[in-house]
């Protein structure tokens, strides 16, 4: 089941890391609130957040990471075979064909399996770290447009103008907030 995707809420901006971590400790007991919280580096609250919402990202690259290796090491054993045994099984130098001459393959077959899980390392962390979509619609809030709240610490609550959400928005005590609707902009 793909996931819903966020189009307008609240944009929540607070004045220190301790603020935003006292707000991301009243959010983790919500259910059925979607929220992300941005801050300028990795502190308390980041890590609070993402360990409630299951997106450690060094958990899911080693996945990666193994996976690329086994690609990687098949690649070149692959290439290998084909190369060895199908395509011209020419004896050259008086070096014999097959796996007689194993102690030749080793050094391929590791380079695969190490460029193999480098990729596929890299690409499972820029998966996981979930980077911000510049499209995103809490781009569109006047928060990120000027120098005010620049550098600031923030949560963005998925949520209408009435009802739980802004309710909820208003009991996490931010320095300024800002609703942001599904077509862009302030509302």
Known sequence: M????????WVLSFRSEEDLYQA??????????????????????????????????????????VAGALCGFLAVALWLYWTQFRADPLVTQGRVQGWDNWPAYVPPLFEGTLLGAGLLTAAGFLKGAVLPR??????????????????????????????????????????????????????
């Open 24 to 65: 991301v400790k009243k959010l983790v007991k919500e259910e059925g609130v979607h929220w992300e919280v941005c801050a300028p580096y990795p502190c308390a609250a980041v890590r609070l957040a993402n360990r409630h919402a299951g997106r450690a990202v060094g958990a899911g690259v080693r996945l990666w990471a």
């Open 134 to 187: 510049w499209n995103d619609w809490a781009f569109e809030c006047d928060f990120f447009r000027t120098d005010e709240h620049g550098d600031g610490y923030f949560i963005l609550l998925e949520g209408g103008r009435e009802g739980a959400s802004a309710a909820l928005a208003a009991s996490l005590l931010p320095e300024a907030s800002e609703h942001v609707h599904a077509e862009g902009g302030p509302s």
């Open 2 to 9: 793909k996931k819903r995707r966020i189009t307008s809420g």
